[in-house]
């Protein structure tokens, strides 16, 4: 059926882009989760296809070589995409003295390379949409300098950067690029953070994800512009 949407959500398997595929399956949006194990993406497509129809497709985004034919090949029956949402991210926060390049290049390939490759793999698709929109999920690491934050911080300050380009290129075919840049949301990704840290005590102004994933779903349907967001303040003065 022609009016149907899609929707392709990299770290649909967890937290912020889980929080986003139920929320998008609640509105009968058709989606495709990329996951990196077939058991994470067997417990997702149990629980989102009584809502929608959902498919994964297994690949784990380390393997950048491996992103461009594998979304050719899991879209060639489609006619189009609707939404993007770049959530998949890894973060580590430790002294740089104790990071290796492997852990720099890791958080660097998921977090800001990855979230390119896939705007650049689906454009074909997402191209072919009336109402297409783009949404990556940055940080406000990304504005904030503190200790131990160098390497992801960094990998999430370049997403900011490329969205503004990407709206000024790809106005051409009136796709709309979002980032959203939140605080703490309560995830796995927060708990294994704070572990890093040692810190025991959830941050007061984290939020769920499922508000957060409501606030990006609302925002980017409205009439407001498209670019970069830091969310945490703005949902709470919401
Ligand atoms: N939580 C926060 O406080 C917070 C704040 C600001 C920004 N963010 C950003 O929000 C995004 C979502 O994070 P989250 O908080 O929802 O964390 P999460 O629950 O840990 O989810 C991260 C997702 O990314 C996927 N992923 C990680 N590495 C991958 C890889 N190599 N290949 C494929 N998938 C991979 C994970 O898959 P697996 O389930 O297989 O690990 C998971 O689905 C990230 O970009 C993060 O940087 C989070």
Aim: proline share 4%.
């Amino acid at each position: 059926m022609k009016y149907e949407k899609y929707a392709l959500i990299t770290g649909g398997t967890s937290g912020i882009g889980l929080a986003i595929a139920k929320a998008l399956a609640m509105k009968k949006v058709k989606i495709i989760i990329i996951g990196r194990t077939k058991k994470a993406l067997d417990r997702v497509l149990l629980e989102i296809n009584p809502l929608t129809k959902c498919i994964g497709i297994k690949l784990d985004l380390k393997q950048i070589n491996k992103i461009d034919a594998t979304i050719r090949k899991n879209l060639s029956t489609f006619y189009k995409i609707d939404y993007v949402f770049n959530c998949a991210g890894i973060a580590s926060f430790d002294s740089i003295v104790n990071t290796n390049y492997k852990l720099i290049r890791d958080i660097y390939h998921v977090n800001t390379i990855v979230p390119l490759l896939i705007i650049k793999a689906t454009l074909p698709w997402v191209k072919l949409s009336t109402k297409p929109i783009i949404v990556n999920i940055s940080s406000n690491q990304s504005i904030i300098n503190s200790q131990y934050n160098a390497v992801y911080g960094s990998s999430k300050c370049a997403i900011n950067h490329y969205t503004r380009s990407l709206n000024l290129e790809l106005k051409v075919y009136k796709i709309k690029v979002f980032t959203f840049a939140p605080g703490p949301v309560k995830t796995k990704m927060l708990v294994r953070v704070l572990n890093d840290l040692n810190i025991n005590q959830i941050p007061e102004e984290a939020i769920s994800p499922e508000e957060l994933a409501n606030f990006i779903l609302r925002y980017i349907h409205s009439k407001k512009p498209q670019g970069v967001f830091f969310t945490n303040k703005e949902l709470i003065n919401e």
